[in-house]
């Protein structure tokens, strides 16, 4: 997938790129609000609400919740520190300049461009649904594989600092799962099989935290992402 996007904004024309992804129907508006924000010269990147849909499947459901529920309440137009991967805008320029070996992974590239001296903008009005399942990225194997690729990109580091990943990374499935279930709107995703699936893949995370922490990246390296 990182790879997968570069690729897309490197074949890429216009001025401004959008990343969003095939389970996601933006609202009214989008359009208009991605054209708006960029209007403000120090602008590289936005991004806006991500309302989910109540009838996905339990597993599609605990990962829209795990990976998007942060950003579905309300909140102001501000520049912030992140934003939802699945409902992203850049200027074509800056995001380019913020691509490594690595592919387009958010919140590395979201560093990369603040350190710039960029702004990443959050929009209000930038709203999506995400209404189709991600069936594939619910796979437990999969959500080992992203943990795995999170942790192990920071390998380089020293003995002491991938060694507390590493224990930080046993704390990780009640934590994440506990800060899932209490995201504004949570409630109304809630059900036994859905919060049975979210600890699941929450462990299946911190397990591929944990794995590149100790050993680094797969052979496949950042290909194991899909």
């Known amino acids: 997938v990182p790879a997968k996007r570069e690729a897309g904004i490197q074949l890429a024309s216009t001025p401004l790129v959008v990343l969003i992804e095939d389970t996601i129907c933006p609202q009214d508006g989008w359009l208009k609000a991605v054209e708006a924000a960029f209007e403000d010269p120090a602008v590289v990147g936005c991004g806006g609400p991500v309302t989910l849909s109540t009838d996905l499947p339990a597993p599609a459901r605990a990962l829209a919740l795990a990976e998007f529920g942060k950003f579905g309440g309300e909140r102001p137009a501000a520049p912030v520190l992140a934003l939802p991967g699945c409902n992203l805008a850049f200027r074509r320029d800056a995001i380019l300049r913020a691509v490594g070996s690595e592919g387009v992974i958010d919140q590395i590239v979201f560093e990369r461009l603040r350190a710039k001296g960029g702004t990443l903008f ?4 930038m709203r999506v649904n995400l209404c ?4 594939n990225g619910a ?3 999969n959500r080992f594989n992203h943990g795995r690729i999170y942790a192990g990109l920071s390998h ?4 002491g600092r991938r060694a507390a990943a590493a224990a930080k990374s046993l704390l990780l499935p ?3 799962t ?3 279930l209490l995201q504004p709107g949570s409630t109304k995703h809630l059900s036994l099989p859905m919060m049975g699936w979210l600890a699941l893949q929450h462990t299946a995370w911190a397990a591929g ?3 590149g922490a100790v ?6 390296g950042c290909d194991e992402w899909r």
């Open 132 to 135: 189709h399942p991600d069936m």
């Open 209 to 211: 935290e944990f794995t």
């Open 139 to 141: 796979r437990l194997s």
């Open 122 to 125: 959050w929009v209000p009005a």
């Open 215 to 220: 050993f680094g990246l797969s052979e496949k």
């Open 174 to 176: 009640p934590v994440l």
């Open 156 to 159: 380089r580091q020293s003995a």
């Open 178 to 180: 506990a800060r899932s």
